[in-house]
């Protein structure tokens, strides 16, 4: 059974850093892509980046240069570097885990319970 189970929140003044984790257990082998997304009061759930199993990142445009995205595969963890950080993004970020099969379909997905970001003064 596939846990993520992510810590690091809280809350950080504007222009302050955080660093989220993500330990995953249960995941096995296979091709997987975890990432992070975040969600913000009255605000749909949105992409902040991504990792795949080749360690290609991907980055939302608002969080590109102040935001990395890396993982430590002997430990299944995700980590997000969160640098300058600003009101806006204050959220809840959940880890997110997308399995894929050979052919690159997505077979199973699965989140963790989030994380509260709050930037403020």
């Known amino acids: 059974q596939v846990q993520l189970v992510e810590s690091g929140g809280g809350l950080v003044q504007p222009g302050g850093s955080l660093r989220l984790s993500c330990a995953a257990s249960g995941i096995g082998f296979g091709i997987n892509t975890m990432g992070w997304y975040r969600q913000a009061p009255g605000k749909p759930r949105e992409l902040v980046a991504t990792i795949t199993s080749g360690a290609a990142t991907n980055y939302a445009d608002s969080v590109k240069g102040r935001f990395t995205i890396s993982k430590d595969s002997a430990k299944n963890t995700v980590y997000l570097q969160m640098n300058s950080l600003k009101p806006e993004d204050t959220a809840v970020y959940y880890c997110?885990?997308?399995?894929?099969?050979?052919?690159?379909?997505?077979?199973?997905?699965?989140w963790g319970q989030g994380t509260q970001v709050t930037v403020s003064s």
């Open positions: 997110n885990l997308k399995r894929y099969n050979s052919f690159s379909y997505l077979i199973s997905e699965y």
